[in-house]
């Protein structure tokens, strides 16, 4: 959806290096979440915000991740220092939560490699 | 917990064939219910959703009916194209931001031509 723009589409890194993953919002939501997704565990939540405001990490697998959101229309998930376990696609997604639905909006994606 | 299962794929089928990739679910309340589809190279998009026992969600010729008594929300298309080509996912929300958000381990479907 044109509503969520990730940079880069591609990280090609070595070890140890820093990554950092972008998320940019076009069009006005109250949630944003950060997904991982891989062959072996499928898509797992590793962040979300709501009103910008981290709500629930628990699904962040170690300190050496980190995520922030400093506006409504902003966010970056940090890597540091990555590993070659971290290689995966990183998703950004947007939803509205109205009564029954938390809609998602999905960003294309940022594949992640690290060497 | 809220729990989704589908069935594993690959599931290949030719051009023309009829499509059911089954999925059940377990959650606490009544959670609405969806279709996510992952072309390649792109992110999740939304295919179809149900709100309510026995709604049918239906989308480019897709359809999903929310059955309660068997808690499923199974896909199907009468007859596919190679263009359906992509990795399905079921998903569903019970509410409560994204603790009530799960998304099932996703099917990938391949229409041979």
């Known amino acids: 959806d044109a509503g969520v723009i990730q940079s880069p589409r591609h990280e090609v890194t070595e070890m140890g290096q820093e990554v950092t993953l972008r998320c940019k919002l076009i069009?006005?939501?109250?949630?944003l979440f950060w997904y991982r997704q891989t062959m072996m565990r499928g898509l797992e939540l590793l962040i979300y915000f709501n009103n910008n405001v981290p709500i629930d990490d628990s699904g962040m697998p170690e300190d050496r991740f980190s995520a922030k959101m400093p506006n409504a229309s902003f966010s970056t998930l940090k890597i540091q220092p990555s590993e070659p376990r971290d290689s995966a696609v990183y998703f950004c997604a947007a939803g509205s939560q109205t009564g029954r639905n938390e809609k998602l909006f999905f960003g294309s994606g940022t594949q992640l490699s690290v060497l | 917990g809220n729990s989704v299962t589908q069935m594993e794929g690959p599931v290949t089928l030719s051009e023309e064939a009829f499509l059911t990739i089954n999925c059940t679910y377990t959650a606490t309340g009544y959670p609405s219910l969806f279709w996510y589809v992952q072309y390649p190279g792109e992110g999740l998009q939304l295919l179809l959703k149900a709100t309510k026992a026995d709604d049918k969600g239906s989308n480019k010729g897709f359809e999903a009916t929310y059955r309660k008594e068997t808690t499923s929300f199974h896909l199907e298309k009468g007859s596919v194209q190679v263009s359906d080509s992509a990795v399905y996912f079921c998903a569903l929300y019970s509410g409560g931001g994204a603790d009530g958000l799960t998304f099932g381990k996703g099917t990938h479907l391949i229409i041979q031509p």
């Open positions: 069009s006005g939501h109250n949630s």
